[in-house]
Structures are given as C-alpha cells and as structure tokens.
Nanobody, 115 residues
Framework: QVQLVESGGDLVQPGGSLRLSCTAS????????MSWYRQTTGKERELIAI???????NYALSVKGRFVTSTDNDRKEFYLQMTNLKPEDTAAYYC?????????WGQGTQVTVSS
C-alpha cells in the first residue's frame, strides 16, 4: 500500500495563497484517482478536489475558481494550489489515493486562514 505524506499547511492571511503537496512512497498508477479533502472539528470530511482516472479534475463549488489540483510528471506527488484563501477555508487538509483498488490517506496538514 502506498504511503502518503502531506505538507505545506500554514497560517495565512485572508486573500493569501498556499500550495499543499502530497508525496507518495512510490509512483502512483496511471489509473489512480487522486483527491483532496478537508475537515473541521465536528464536521464530516469534505471532498474538495479530485483528479479522475482519465486526468480530468473537478472541484467542490466552495473552492472552484480558487483551488487547482495537479500532479507531477513522475506521478509521485500531487498538489493543491490554493489562492484567495478565506477564513472558512480553515481546516485540516487530507490527500487520498485510490490506486489498484486500494485507498490510502495522508495524515493531514493544517491550514489556518486568519488575520
């Protein structure tokens, strides 16, 4: 099973930007589904961005137009570029991969948007 490690979470002011990375312990298969979730205390984990098996991306309405997900050419990292951050984006962010029928999650990275 692939191991995932997120990085890039930080404290940022409203309107700022961050890039989260999700690093895999081995190359991700070409048919894998890569996704980003976020969770705040007391709420369910929310799917916010996905790279489908065919490479197409899709986003939750709450982040569409502000967040972009992508992967590197080696398919060992994928990213979440976040711009125009809002206080309501404050959450723990998790990456997830479904590869060859197995799901793997990262441990999460905290993003706090506050002045």
């Amino acid at each position: 099973q692939v191991q995932l490690v997120e990085s890039g979470g930080d404290l940022v002011q409203p309107g700022g930007s961050l890039r989260l990375s999700c690093t895999a312990s081995k190359s991700i298969g070409t048919g894998a589904i890569m996704s980003w979730y976020r969770q705040t205390t007391g709420k369910e984990r929310e799917l916010i961005a996905i790279i489908a098996a065919d490479g197409r991306t899709n986003y939750a309405l709450s982040v569409k137009g502000r967040f972009v997900t992508s992967t590197d050419n080696d398919r060992k990292e994928f990213y979440l570029q976040m711009t125009n951050l809002k206080p309501e984006d404050t959450a723990a962010y998790y990456c997830k991969i479904i590869d060859r029928g197995e799901a793997s999650w990262g441990q999460g990275t905290q993003v706090t948007v506050s002045s």
